[in-house]
Structure formats: structure tokens, C-alpha cells
């Protein structure tokens, strides 16, 4: 199972490279599409099934508005004048990278162990979500009873982006 | 925008409802299996915004669309709302789950439980067709 995850790890990581580096915008969209369905099969293994449900629906609907997007525009990436910055800019990531995994590499030791998680107020929830809220999913009986404070914001976030994308895109009342 | 050939029609057709019902599902059962509202909304949506790509739009028609889109919205955030102050109005805190919880594992358990899921359903499906449909009428004429 772990070697799976590690796997796809890599899977996800070679697409969201292909689709850094490709010249053909489409086939950029379409190894982005391979980062979000390897994310919900980790999902799936990790045994998280509603997350592989938003994910799996949130991706093929983001592939088929970013497809029609690119359908319409040119295919063509634009072109960037290479020059010795690209070389500065690489060796100063490399120098960053390397700080990072320094600074990493001792704050890694203090995490628990995978599939470990240290969470006090958890296993609360765990024990106590069917009997409090009467809901047999408890991913639902936490959002929705115990955190529904966060679900509501989460609501109304999406309201006011639509409003918002509503208000940018509107016919009427627009100045000419 | 014109529609595509007769062959994704007639399938886009066919696989619509199947969509639409598994969406529904997920929906009214997300206090008991994997899903709820966020995910049956967009599942929704998803049937939606099949059939308007297939088919294409027209202009007169989908400006109706749209009209009912909005209100479905704006009717499904309302409902939320006002489910989450009830409690507040009852004299005790937000979220009060003020109906009884019932047999756990039967689909009338959970008190507001899938009453919230249902809100969230019908804003999210709503949200996200009302997104799609403003996003295709944009024409490229129209940027000033």
C-alpha cells in the first residue's frame, strides 16, 4: 500500500512537471488532469472516500472549463526570451532548496509517525459523533454539528463569489 | 454557441438523468453514507452543465436558466441560514440540533442534519451552473 502511494506520488509529480515545462497549452491542461486524479486515488487509498468524491467531481468539471478556455485562445504558450537569468534564477532555488531541507530535516523528527496523528479533540469526536448528533457519517456529523460554523462561512464564500463573478460578467448597466 | 454532433446529444441525453439521480443521492443520504452537500451539489451541476455543453445555448432560453439559477441560490443559502438561527431564536445557542435525532443509521436521524445537507445541495448545484452559464455567454465583442 505504501509503495502504491509513493507511485503515484511520483506519477503526480512527472505530470505537474509535463505540464510546467510542455510547449502545447492543451497538453499542459491535460497532465494537470493527472496531478487531480492521482490526488483521488491517494484519496481512495487513504481511505478517505468523500474527500475522492468533491476532488473527482471538482477536477473534471475545472479540466472541462479550462479545456473550453483553451479551445478558444491561442494553444500557444507565449514565448520568453531566455537569457543567463534563467541560469541565476535556477541556482538561487537550488540554494533555497537546499536551506529548506536543512531547516526540514530537523523539524521532521518531531512529527508523529504516518497515519499516526496526534489529536487530542479527535478522538473525542470519534467516540462521541454518533451519539451526540445521531449522523452515521461522521465526516458529515463533524461539519455539520460540532464545526457547522466554518461550513456556513464556507457556504457564503461561494455566494459572494458568484455574486462577484455575476457582477464582472454582467450585460446590463454597463458603460461603453 | 451551437451544440455538438447528434451522437453526444442523444448519449449526453441519456447519461443526464443517471447523473442528476446519483447527485440526489449523494445529497439526501450524506449523513449516513460518504458525500453530502458540497459533493451531490457539484455531482448536480455536473448534469447541468453536460447537457447545456452538448446542446448548446440559446439566448432567450438561457437567460430563464439563469433567472431560476439565481434564485435557487440565493433560496438555498437562505435556508441555511435560517436553520442555523433557529436555535439562536429558541433562546439557546447556534446550530442547535432542535429536532430529535432519531434511529441512527435510518435515513430520518440526525435532526437539521440533512436539512443542512439539502440547503447546501441546492446552493452549491446552483452556484455552480449559474457560473458556467455566465462564463459561456461572455462574448469576445463585449470587453469594454
Redesign the interface.
Known sequence: MFALLILLMILMIMGAIVAVQSKDLLSAVISMGIVGFGLTLVFLILQA??L???QI??E??TL??LI?AVMKTTMKEIKVRKSTVVIYSGIATVIVLIILLFILGDTFKELPAFGYPELRMSEYYIEQG?EK?????L???V???FR??D??G???V??T??MG??AV?R?KG??? | MKGMTEIVKTISRLLAGLIFFYGIYIVVFGHLTPGGGFAGGIVISGAFILLIIANGIDEEKINRVREKAGFLESSGIFLFWVISTIGLCMGTFFFLNFLGKGKPLNIFSAGTVPLCNIAIGIEVSAALCSIVIAFMLVKKGDKK
Not at chain 1, 133 to 137: K, L, R, V, W
Open positions: 472516500p468523500d475522492a468524491i468533491v467531481a471538482v473534471t468539471l472541462v472549463i473550453a454518533l448528533t445521531g449522523a452515521a457519517n465526516v458529515t456529523s461539519i455539520l454539528d457547522a460554523y461550513t456556513l464556507e457556504a457564503t461561494l455566494f463569489a458568484v463573478i455575476l460578467l450585460r454597463r458603460k461603453e
